[in-house]
């Protein structure tokens, strides 16, 4: 006999102000996963949520069992939501996507698919975006291959959360560093990885994270964990992304003075001097504060690892899992009411 409790998939959704589109979702989401034969739940983490996004999901909760509600005590932004589903996550093979359906649950077939041909992580990559226009292009391309060439991360889409991978092969991540760190951990273990073209139709509206601070925060991340793992600790965000934005302007600063003076003869020293010492000072000084962020990390890990202090705070959990079961019991990252 099978044991009832046994749990296959995990899909893991954060949502913030999303109350419009959960219902869509998780009806969607059903017929996905129903459509696999396989137990699974649904792990929807409010992330702070100011509309009704808490009451639509409470509503679904009554319905069906295998829904299970996290409300954090406030906004924590979506990748630490991700890491808070995955803490409390059971299943086998975990999933996860963003919210507000700006990724299509039809696509979570061909991300099994690609598990059982061996791969240990999928990630998505969109292929189609209706809001792309040349300014996110160039960056996202420009990211990509700086990536490429510093971690050896070869993929195309660095800032999606549309994602796949057995817990066995990496646990939930909950060992200090941040979800979008993922693709990093796993290329430094050596797993294989693959990417799976799916269909990123940007959402109604703007309430999400903006793309570009999210892929530069992607960046900084993968960049910091490939660090870490040959170092041990996590460095001060804050100042590495000051840095990594700082050393970006700079450099598109001088990009366009240089291109002015190559190709429409501009006397760069004349006209922009000031403009041009402040391109290159921006360059430096971002590259230096990436480099004392760094610092900072082997810093704090001497002053305070063992702390182990919470990513997120947990307000309310909505589950029928029974008391004893693992998934619940085992950690949180953060404290919680029941």
Known sequence: MKDESFITYSVVVPLSDEQESV??????????????GEPYELVFVDDGSRDDTYKVLLDIYEHDRRVNVLRLRRSFGPATALQAGLDFASGVVLITMDGGLRNNPEDIPLFLAKLEEGYELVSGCRV???????????????????ITRLTGIRLRDLGSTFRAYRREDFGTTSTGQPYRSLLALASSAGARIAEVPIQGAAPKSEKSIGEIR????????????????????????????????????????????????????????????????????????GLQLIGISMLGALLGHAAGESQNKPVYALREIKSRREAGDSAESARPSGSSER
Request: proline share 4%; charged share 20%.
């Open 23 to 36: 219902p869509p979702l998780y009806i969607r989401l059903t017929e996905v996963m129903d459509s696999t």
């Open 128 to 146: 189609t975006r209706e809001d792309d226009g040349l300014w996110r292009q160039l960056v996202r391309r420009l990211a990509s291959g700086f």
């Open 214 to 285: 999210q892929l530069t925060r992607a960046l900084f991340d993968l960049l910091i964990v490939k660090f870490l793992l040959n170092s041990s600790r996590r460095p001060l965000r804050l100042l590495g992304l000051t840095g990594v934005a700082a050393s970006l302007l700079g450099a598109a600063i001088c990009a366009v003075l240089t291109l002015g003076k190559v190709f429409l003869g501009t006397p760069v020293f004349e006209r922009h001097g000031f403009l041009l010492l402040l391109g290159i000072a921006c360059f430096l000084g």
